[in-house]
């Protein structure tokens, strides 16, 4: 059913970069066969799933929508794909977003744009909005995704869906094409906080493979989103996250869900985080600066595309031939701003200082849970825009993840979930729900009694 509503509505979606019925259907049957074997499978088996371009696959391609690697077919899984097949989830396919990774739209695929279900001339999010934009258009059920800056929540929240950014380390980065490493988090994407706690059970936990996996138990998000109870809870609403240059519309749903908490019987506080005014401007040092370093790789050597190899060029012209033609021009500007901030005579100035302001955004998060148990903001400053507005000016494309950048430099816990539809445009807006490192369940908590 799923695969014929793909063929149904993906040409004005287009969701998905790759699509095998025929892998998906095997999968499928092999599942069928697993169970008939007497196996005992989890409750996702046989559940269809769209899977993120930037997770490797060895049985599809894997581009992460760059044209350095069009038609590249990874030799091994990812451990969150491994996961995916070990739980029987069945992948439908890969699913379109920002070249690497790089941006809050979908407008940075080398393979074209993904528009949003809820409006074709509106932006579905980013960077993993061909995931967010399958599950809002019933293209599947569940899909995955990656958060480096907010690329699931900020997706997740503009069309109407749950997205989670789990604790950094808490599931594996193993076999997933890096962009920020020490930023970089799967995560998942569902129509409700329970199918998302599920998926995120199903490929959490430790990964020897991933030297950042932390070895501990997987947060028990699932009781956490059956119990859906907020009672007692301490919730801190951040004084820097809302105001001015917020969408008025997404104000009025964000203190509405507030005030829902509080009838529920939670405490609700006003906290000050001082130091997340300077969020934005550390994360776009420290992830150019580490996506420069991991995009390094792409020599023209390993991977895909290879341009002007005759023997008339040295491998210093074919590599640099490969990659004026292969990344686009989000990925070039990053790989200039990070290799800029990291070299001598700047990385103090630059990279030092960001690294700095990393830890004063840490420390803001450590006080502001002495006294509450969970943070809450909008999961956006505005609902989703409409196509090309802002692609020409990265400036105003960086705002789309002022509120959740933070998480992904302390390395929280967050998660978003749907609080209604603004009044002014009739779009979604998201809930940020965000909770210590490895205190996931609690963003469950609070967002399954939300829904
Ligand atoms: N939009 C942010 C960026 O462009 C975050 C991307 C992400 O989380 N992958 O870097």
């Known amino acids: 059913a799923y695969l014929d509503r793909i063929d149904g509505v993906d040409g004005?979606?287009?969701?998905?970069?790759?699509?095998?019925?025929?892998?998906?259907?095997?999968?499928?049957?092999?599942?069928?066969?697993?169970?008939?074997?007497?196996?005992?499978?989890?409750?996702?088996?046989?559940?269809?799933?769209?899977?993120?371009?930037?997770?490797?696959?060895?049985?599809?391609?894997?581009?992460?929508?760059?044209?350095?690697?069009?038609?590249?077919?990874?030799?091994?899984?990812?451990?969150?794909?491994?996961?995916?097949?070990?739980?029987?989830?069945?992948?439908?396919?890969?699913?379109?977003?920002?070249?690497?990774?790089?941006?809050?739209?979908?407008?940075?695929?080398?393979?074209?744009?993904?528009?949003?279900p809820w409006d074709l001339s509106r932006i579905p999010g980013g960077s993993s909005g061909g995931s967010s934009a399958a599950v809002a258009a019933f293209e599947a059920p569940l899909a995955t995704g990656t958060d480096t800056g907010g690329s699931i929540r900020q997706p997740a929240a503009v069309c109407g869906l749950v997205g989670a950014k789990p604790t950094y380390g808490g599931s594996s980065?193993?076999?997933?094409?890096?962009?920020?490493?020490?930023?970089?988090t799967p995560g998942p994407f569902a129509r409700n906080v329970l199918d998302a706690a599920l998926l995120h059970e199903a490929f959490s936990g430790h990964d020897p493979r991933d030297s950042t996996s932390i070895d501990a138990p997987v947060p028990p998000v699932v009781d956490a989103a059956r119990r859906a109870d907020v009672?007692?809870?301490?919730?801190?609403?951040?004084?820097?996250?809302?105001?001015?240059?917020?969408?008025?519309?997404?104000?009025?749903?964000?203190?509405?869900?507030v005030e829902l908490l509080e009838s529920l019987g939670a405490k609700v506080v006003e906290v000050s985080c001082p130091n997340f005014d300077a969020a934005l401007a550390a994360y776009y040092l420290i992830a150019p600066s580490e996506c420069s370093s991991n995009l390094a790789r792409f020599d023209a050597m390993r991977y895909g595309l290879r341009?002007?190899?005759?023997?008339?060029?040295?491998?210093?012209?074919?590599?640099?031939?490969?990659?004026?033609?292969?990344f686009g021009p989000e990925v070039k500007r990053r790989i200039i701003l990070g290799t800029y901030a990291l070299s001598s005579g700047y990385y103090d100035a630059y990279y030092g200082s960001a690294q700095q302001v990393r830890?004063?955004?840490?420390?803001?998060?450590?006080?502001?849970?002495?006294?509450?148990?969970?943070?809450?903001?909008?999961?956006?400053?505005?609902?989703?825009?409409?196509?090309?507005?802002?692609?020409?000016?990265?400036?105003?494309?960086?705002?789309?993840d002022l509120c959740t950048i933070p998480a992904n430099l302390a390395g929280n816990a967050a998660l978003s979930v749907p609080c209604g539809l603004a009044p002014e445009d009739g779009l979604p807006v998201g809930l940020q729900i965000m909770a210590p490192a490895l205190a996931d369940d609690r963003t469950y908590r609070v967002g399954a009694a939300v829904e």
Do not use: C
């Not at 341009?307 to 292969?326: H, Q, Y």
């Open 12 to 116: 004005d979606i287009h969701a998905f970069l790759h699509v095998d019925r025929s892998t998906a259907v095997e999968q499928a049957r092999r599942v069928d066969a697993r169970r008939a074997a007497g196996e005992e499978l989890g409750p996702l088996a046989g559940v269809p799933v769209a899977h993120k371009d930037v997770f490797s696959t060895s049985d599809m391609p894997t581009t992460a929508a760059s044209k350095i690697l069009e038609g590249w077919r990874p030799p091994y899984d990812a451990t969150v794909t491994a996961r995916l097949r070990e739980a029987g989830l069945v992948i439908l396919g890969k699913t379109n977003m920002d070249e690497f990774a790089m941006g809050s739209s979908t407008e940075n695929s080398a393979y074209g744009v993904t528009r949003n």
């Open 173 to 184: 980065r193993y076999g997933m094409i890096a962009f920020a490493s020490s930023l970089d």
């Open 307 to 326: 341009v002007g190899d005759d023997d008339s060029r040295s491998a210093e012209e074919v590599m640099a031939l490969t990659r004026a033609e292969g």
């Open 359 to 400: 830890t004063l955004i840490k420390r803001d998060f450590d006080a502001a849970f002495d006294n509450v148990d969970v943070l809450v903001s909008p999961t956006t400053p505005t609902t989703a825009f409409p196509l090309g507005e802002r692609s020409d000016d990265p400036m105003s494309m960086y705002l789309a």
């Open 231 to 257: 009672e007692g809870l301490r919730i801190g609403v951040v004084k820097e996250l809302g105001g001015e240059g917020y969408q008025p519309g997404v104000l009025q749903r964000f203190t509405e869900a």
